[in-house]
């Protein structure tokens, strides 16, 4: 279709030029034959030159029309843009779910260590630790579990439900809390404070 259009559009083109010429014709039948023949030959030409133009200006206009196109068919709206950002990074919600889930087992597991701790140190009430001091594995107490608020409350619960030891000391229960992770020994700087609450706990176990 549309080659056809460009086509018949040359074609129209020239021949209202064609027409221009042929008003013409009276005068050029008094020229010699040399000279018809020149009139002739010079427009055509000039029909030809007419004709190639005008292709030539819808062929600029397909390249600009198909460079938009292709440039346009490159951006992405807003919604694929979002999709591409869930498929390299992944779904943000699912990922959201599984660090939940890791959460949720990890939270597990740390309750699972409490009925092993030898005392939990708590705040009273915001925080509680779970130390565990083992000679044979470590050269120093290892923190196994620890919390604020409810999961403090749960770890308390655990705690007397096994019959470990609580002992109050709110500012070694904040100092454990903030600067010893769950599975790491407590620092040099904590260990006197701790072998005096591990010295009353054995104490009171007759260890």
Known sequence: MKVTFKSLTAL????????????ELPTVALFGLA?????????????????????????????VIVRKQY???????KQEIKDEMKNMEGDPMIKGKIRQIQMEASRKRMMAEVPNA????????????????????????????KGMDNIALQIKQIARENNVHIVQN???????YAEVEIDRVIPE?????VAEVLAYVYKMNKK
Do not use: C
């Open 189 to 193: 700087s904590l260990f006197a404070a």
């Open 12 to 23: 129209g083109v020239g021949f209202i030029f064609f027409l221009d010429f042929i008003v």
């Open 35 to 63: 000279d018809q023949l020149e009139w002739l030959k010079d427009k055509a030409i000039i029909i030809a030159f007419v004709m190639l133009l005008i292709i030539f200006v819808f062929a600029i206009i397909d390249i």
């Open 170 to 176: 709110p500012p070694l229960a904040r100092s454990l």
């Open 71 to 77: 440039f346009d068919g490159l951006k992405m709206s």
């Open 118 to 145: 030898d005392v939990v140190i708590t705040n009273p009430t915001h925080y509680a630790v779970a130390i565990k001091y083992d000679e044979k594995k470590s050269h120093a107490p290892i923190v196994v579990a």
